[in-house]
């Protein structure tokens, strides 16, 4: 049967379709999508695969023109938005192996003489944890690498997590909780942002939220008041930690923000005890990749999960990268 692929402007279309699937992420989601379109400088393409009249597929992919070159991005860089990629439907998961091999491979080949239509210089897409087969993209002459993240079995009784913890993990939590310390939740996006810029000025890095607007955030907790929360971590009235997490089909993911020094540890703790006890099974901790920041999070003692990343680029887009990654170091 043959497959097409369409725009997709129906918010109920594309939502109906992720809640009868078992793959998907909140970054999936229309309301999603849209916000980051609003606060990006790219336009959102959310395609569908068909397969005859079913939707089989539904790809988000943001496109922008920069510097004479056309880039497509999913999910566009210095955006919120941690991951992206296809997200295959509710029939795929109950296919036999050598079925979803070719559903998956005519989706890819679909999507991929699509986007070669709009004829673009770069393109990449950073696909979410459950989707495991790259194959496809590599038939379609994509370079495939791998990231990787951090994740804790909150089955696990808290007795056993806590023995994982590192020595000097389990001695901060100590001291911490003698502090009297108190956790909140809140949806004060521009504190947030405040707090975030005076830890990375007292660090001395680079500021990553620094080109993020507060409004952006505040939409997608205004969005997902369910799934998207921000705490902020308290000693006596002096903010000392904030936390964006992001809840979603039994996964806990520790999204966005810091703590100072020990506040860390013990906010984290305390964060996995409140989500076990809301029956949520991973703790997902992401960007194992940066050496700078694994003592940190290996002394949770995690499990490591991997994600593919893929992109094709013309010899343009390729010296776009290099010049983005060695001069500027930042892409756009």
């Not at 810029?197 to 993020?212: A, I, L, P, Q």
């Not at 999070?297 to 990268?321: C, M, Y």
Request: hydrophobic share 40%; charged share 25%.
């Amino acid at each position: 049967m043959t497959m097409t692929v369409k725009l997709i402007e129906d918010a109920d279309v594309w939502d109906r379709f992720l809640d009868e699937t078992p793959y998907g992420s909140i970054f999936h989601r229309w309301k999603m999508l849209k916000i980051v379109e609003k606060y990006s400088p790219f336009k959102l393409l959310p395609y569908g695969v068909y397969r005859g009249a079913e939707l089989i597929c539904v790809f988000p992919l943001y496109i922008r023109k920069y510097k004479g070159m056309k880039l497509v991005f999913s999910p566009p860089p210095k955006t919120l938005s941690a991951y992206l990629g296809p997200v295959m439907g509710a029939s795929y998961s109950k296919l036999k192996q050598k079925r979803k091999e070719a559903y998956l491979e005519d989706v890819v080949k679909e999507i991929t003489e699509e986007v070669q239509r709009l004829a673009p210089n770069y393109v990449t897409v950073k696909a979410e944890p459950c989707f495991d087969d790259i194959r496809p993209f590599k038939w379609q002459n994509y370079q495939v690498d791998i990231s990787s993240d951090y994740a804790i079995d909150l089955n696990k009784s808290l007795d056993e997590i806590w023995a994982g913890f590192d020595s000097t993990c389990k001695k901060q939590i100590k001291h911490s909780a003698s502090l009297g310390l108190t956790m909140k939740q809140s949806d004060d996006a521009q504190l947030f942002y405040r707090i975030m810029d005076e830890n990375f000025t007292k660090k001395g890095v680079d500021n990553m939220y620094r080109s993020m607007d507060p409004a952006c955030l505040k939409e997608m907790l205004e969005a997902f008041p369910d799934h998207i929360k921000l705490y902020f971590l308290y000693e006596g009235d002096k903010v000392v930690g904030a936390h964006v997490i992001v809840e979603y089909r039994g996964r806990f993911m520790l999204w966005l923000g810091s703590a100072s020094g020990h506040y860390n540890e013990y906010m984290l703790w305390e964060m996995i005890k409140m989500e076990k006890a809301l029956g949520i099974k991973v703790f997902g901790i992401p960007d194992a990749d940066a050496r700078c920041v694994l003592p940190f999070k290996s002394k949770f003692n995690p499990g490591l999960e991997h994600r593919f990343v893929a992109n094709r680029k013309d010899t343009l887009g390729a010296i776009a990268e290099w010049t983005f990654a060695n001069i500027i170091k930042a892409w756009i």
